[in-house]
């Protein structure tokens, strides 16, 4: 299995060290102690390949409800749930466990020396052709909640022998796969991230670009993807309105929609063909009839 960035458990250790929190304490060592007992239920199954996602998601909905529920909402302090968004406690959960889908008892086909998890890598990046003595590659980049990449090393230069005075070497990590991981998600948010998937895709055209969301607060019809390549809603649901988000009724929409499986495997799907050989060379074009 690929290294996994233990993105979840790093955010409940340091709001265990954060003094703000102190009242707090025990509750994140009883999450800390969910945690791993989660973490080893998924790591020792014995089913593949799809079933795998299922009973991985299953430990996922039992976790997270325990987790953001009985420990957060029901016992934590006044302190705590307002302040819950800024620890990350809550979409962590999903950013971590995004790493374990890559796993070769679920995708058989996933190359080595991946870079997988909570990643800084390129979101933008071109040429700049003004500058004709020494070139220029330009880049921005960004930590995305989830990225599968490859590390990039590059040498440019206008001279054939790669002299350093005329030569920019350069290294980066390039997403193959990456994403944003949202519990609500509003339209500032989609407006957001149809900006970064933008840039990425004029020099990446070919990277993919995902978001994964558990409750929508806007309006499912306004969600054109464009550049974005799917937006994944784990739970089907919207968000609560506002004078429904005392804890009953938090906790009857949990029961109705808890965080599907299916849309899971659709994901895993879409990662084993990304990694699979192109179909799409000329004598298959020609076979087929059709690009795929």
Same mark, same amino acid.
């Given at each position: 299995m690929t290294l996994i960035i233990q993105t979840h458990k790093q955010k409940i250790i340091s709001a265990m060290s954060n003094p703000k !929190? /102190? $009242?707090?304490? =025990? /509750? !994140? #060592?009883e999450a800390l102690d969910s945690y791993e007992f989660f973490i080893n239920q998924i790591t020792n199954l014995k089913s593949k390949g799809n079933n795998k996602v299922m009973d991985m998601v299953n430990y996922l909905n039992e976790y997270k409800d325990y987790l953001e529920l009985e420990l957060m909402a029901k016992r934590g302090t006044p302190l705590l749930?307002?302040? %819950?968004? #800024? @620890? %990350? @406690?809550?979409?962590s959960v999903i950013?971590?466990? @995004?790493? +374990? $889908? &890559? =796993?070769?008892?679920?995708? *058989?086909? /996933?190359?080595? =020396? @991946?870079?997988?998890?909570? %990643?800084?890598?390129? *979101? #933008?990046?071109? &040429?700049?052709?003004n500058n004709v003595s020494k070139p220029q590659l330009l880049m921005d980049k960004k930590n995305y909640d989830f990225v599968v990449g490859k590390e990039l090393h590059m040498k440019l230069s206008f001279d054939n022998e790669y002299q350093k005075t005329n030569t920019m070497e350069t290294k980066f990590i390039l997403p193959i796969i990456s994403g944003e991981c949202k519990t609500n998600f509003d339209k500032v948010m989609y407006m957001e991230c149809s900006g970064i998937a933008r840039s990425l895709k004029a020099g990446c055209p070919l990277s993919k670009y995902f978001i994964f969301v558990e409750f929508l607060d806007m309006a499912a019809k306004d969600l054109k993807l464009k550049e974005i390549d799917n937006i994944f809603l784990l739970r089907h649901a919207k968000r609560l309105t506002s004078k429904h988000r005392s804890l009953k009724y938090i906790v009857a929409q949990r $029961?109705? +929609?808890?965080? =599907?499986?299916? /849309?899971?495997?659709k994901f895993v799907d879409l990662l084993r063909e990304s990694f699979s050989e192109s179909k799409n060379t000329s004598d298959m074009i020609l076979k087929n009839g059709f690009i795929s």
């Amino acid at each position: 299995m690929t290294l996994i960035i233990q993105t979840h458990k790093q955010k409940i250790i340091s709001a265990m060290s954060n003094p703000k !929190f /102190i $009242l707090d304490y =025990d /509750i !994140f #060592q009883e999450a800390l102690d969910s945690y791993e007992f989660f973490i080893n239920q998924i790591t020792n199954l014995k089913s593949k390949g799809n079933n795998k996602v299922m009973d991985m998601v299953n430990y996922l909905n039992e976790y997270k409800d325990y987790l953001e529920l009985e420990l957060m909402a029901k016992r934590g302090t006044p302190l705590l749930n307002r302040q %819950k968004g #800024q @620890l %990350k @406690l809550d979409n962590s959960v999903i950013e971590e466990f @995004l790493n +374990y $889908l &890559l =796993d070769p008892e679920i995708i *058989s086909n /996933i190359p080595k =020396d @991946l870079y997988v998890g909570n %990643k800084e890598a390129i *979101s #933008q990046i071109y &040429l700049n052709a003004n500058n004709v003595s020494k070139p220029q590659l330009l880049m921005d980049k960004k930590n995305y909640d989830f990225v599968v990449g490859k590390e990039l090393h590059m040498k440019l230069s206008f001279d054939n022998e790669y002299q350093k005075t005329n030569t920019m070497e350069t290294k980066f990590i390039l997403p193959i796969i990456s994403g944003e991981c949202k519990t609500n998600f509003d339209k500032v948010m989609y407006m957001e991230c149809s900006g970064i998937a933008r840039s990425l895709k004029a020099g990446c055209p070919l990277s993919k670009y995902f978001i994964f969301v558990e409750f929508l607060d806007m309006a499912a019809k306004d969600l054109k993807l464009k550049e974005i390549d799917n937006i994944f809603l784990l739970r089907h649901a919207k968000r609560l309105t506002s004078k429904h988000r005392s804890l009953k009724y938090i906790v009857a929409q949990r $029961l109705e +929609y808890p965080i =599907d499986g299916k /849309i899971f495997v659709k994901f895993v799907d879409l990662l084993r063909e990304s990694f699979s050989e192109s179909k799409n060379t000329s004598d298959m074009i020609l076979k087929n009839g059709f690009i795929s």
